[in-house]
């Protein structure tokens, strides 16, 4: 048995502190974005982005969508007469890392300004650290965070709205009243996280207005390797509706699972997080077709704003070489309008001052490449936007397709509709 | 057949085909921390790592992922012995093995698992063979190929290496130094050389396990962390160091979650899973097929 001594604790200490300088060594390699060293003064934004760990796929691709927010701007001449500067550093998607991150780009780095992180799971720690500093925080894809805090400088840039539960399936659910036969029974199969949770509620909640008995409601681990019996025991219940929660890479084995076992349903999908990546797609192909799923873009006329074409142009020539999604389909435009918001305050205030900045937001709509956002009270945007898209006429994992109309048709909400409900969907075996 | 006996059958059909998954990835660690009491917490992302590259050669050059994890086993047998001279240099022969090994393996984990980001970014990679897409329907049993090929390919590499511990001179000096190292000193044998031998089979190992684990499902560089508690469990649960403990041990495993999660949700399974191992334990501390202090 080996004694622990003074030494021997050193060594491991020592060891420790070799793994964390490698990992810090790793990070400031691929998560420190470099300053653009135009001007003397320039304006300083500072966050965390997760560029490594389960969430790296969407943070890098995050990253690279304000990235060229920054080149854009300053080509234009900066903000204020200013260049812009990003700071950021890799979260490495743990939350237990947000707060100290946070603390060193406010206190030491001294940033103008703070934005934040990708996701609930990363934005929800680096409250406190904001709140008590009293900053301008402008959020990315957070759901529900500022619900109990009501942190008054708080903005979301997110479709969800200030009400999730009774929103967020609805366009779903809204779906079945577009098929040839009302269907009548529902089945739910959910993650075990926070956002998911939310969404089976939503679904569990809004299932009885529309006349849908629930016959299976279950929740899953995030650890789940085989989905085969839990599919296998949701076919046996014979829902007319599916209703799935899930997130990568979990929608990709539920999906594997549904293709193999030949499930079939009216109506199919829910918010299927993963089926948005570019990768996933290519993955799956044609067991997509039918497949309704909860997504914030699709390339469709109706959702051709100001704007992004040209964003995603240049997003998809720099996406190979930065190693992240494709086709910028999904968060990415959001990453850019995020940074719109500040550049669109910033412009108006006339300076940087977190409480002016504030009054701007509240009081103003601001126009971005996902289309006009007015924020509410708690931050959400004032009218929620989940879409409900369908993938069609799909035939291999080429993903050029996945560049123009028609293969993710939008069928909520109605202002945005661009095609039909295709049913029953069924997978190929 | 009777709804409830179709999904019972496919629950242990489905759970021996997973446990076939989980035994390729604990076969490796049943002869590093098993065998070699080396608590190799990186086996998991060893693991992956061995997928991305099965991804990264099998798409290039068109072949079939498992054909590419056996191809490239002796690249990570090399791997393996690089990585147990260098545990044995700086912690084993100083006798500092317990802590700082522990903590040598987890730094060797995140630096091969931010190592995969950097080189290969955080996006998940596949590498679907045509057999992936193939169901076999056994009257009302389904037996999807994407899970039965590379169980099978687990067992025969399993049993390959059974033979080999069993039938040869090495592997009889890998059981052997898992007992007593001295006495294999005094037959000649370098303790340190059969070690570095056994280290770089359970890497091999792990190419293979990378193979299976693409065709079960695409991965990135976080996947490992899924398995770590399960490839451990496994291990113990089949008594350390004992091959046919570790596959039947992978099946109970298997075959736990998938009837736990068909009867009663899947948020129950993994619970129930590791409360079978603690069960196990209660009765026999020594594991399944593990031998008595």
Sequence with gaps: MTEITRRGLGRVAAGGALNVAAAGALTAAAGAFPALAQGANPIRIGFSMSLSGGLAANGRSALLAQKIWAEDVNAKGGILGRQVQLVSYDDQSNPANVPSLYTKLIDVDKVDMVTSPYATAMIAPSMPVVMQRGMCYVSLFGAGVNEKLKYDRYFSINVTGDDIKGTYARGFLECTKMLPTPPKTISILAVDNDFAQRAAESVRTLSREYGLRIVYDRSYPPSTVDFTPTIRAIQAQRPDVIFFASYPPDSNGILRAVSELRVTAALFGGGMIGTQIAAVQAQLGPILNNLVTWDVYSPEPTMRFPGVVEFQEKYRARAPQEQTDVLGNYLQPYAYAQMQVVEQALNRVGKVDQAALTADMRANKFGTIVGEIEFSALGEWKKERNLFVQFQNITDGDLEKYKKPGTKVILYPPELKSGTLHTPYGAPA | ?293
């Design chain 2, 1 to 293: 057949m009777d709804p409830d006996l179709s999904l019972l059958l496919n629950g242990i059909v489905s759970g021996l085909l997973l446990g076939g998954l989980y035994a390729a990835a604990a076969s490796g660690l049943a002869v590093s921390f098993g065998m070699l009491d080396i608590v190799n917490i990186a086996h998991p992302v060893l693991m992956v790592a061995a997928g991305f590259f099965v991804v990264l050669v099998g798409t290039a050059l068109g072949l079939d992922p498992l054909l590419v994890a056996v191809l490239q086993a002796p690249l990570f047998y090399v791997l393996g012995i690089g990585l147990y001279t260098a545990y044995n240099y700086f912690f084993e022969r100083r006798g500092d093995e317990a802590l700082q090994g522990l903590a040598f393996f987890f730094g060797v984990m995140f630096i091969i698992e931010v190592g995969l980001v950097l080189l290969f970014g955080p996006e998940q990679r596949f590498l679907d063979p045509d057999y992936a897409f193939v169901t076999w329907r056994l009257g009302e049993i389904d037996v999807p190929l994407r899970m039965l090929i590379p169980a099978l390919l687990a067992m025969a590499s399993i049993g390959a290496l059974y033979w080999f511990l069993q039938r040869t001179f090495t592997g009889l000096a890998i059981a052997a130094v898992a007992q007593d190292p001295e006495a294999l000193r005094l037959m000649a044998v370098d303790p340190v050389r059969i070690k570095r031998i056994a280290f770089g089979i359970s890497v091999a190992l792990a190419s293979i396990a990378g193979g299976a684990l693409v065709v079960v499902q695409p991965i990135d560089p976080s996947t490992h962390n899924v398995f770590i508690g399960r490839v451990f469990a496994i291990c113990i649960m089949g008594g350390m160091a004992s091959l046919p403990g570790c596959i039947l041990a992978a099946f109970l495993f298997g075959v736990v979650e998938n009837l736990t999660a068909t009867f009663y949700g899947p948020s129950w399974a993994p619970a129930v899973a590791f409360g079978w191992l603690l069960l196990v334990l209660a009765v026999r501390p020594q594991g399944l097929f593990g031998r008595a202090a």
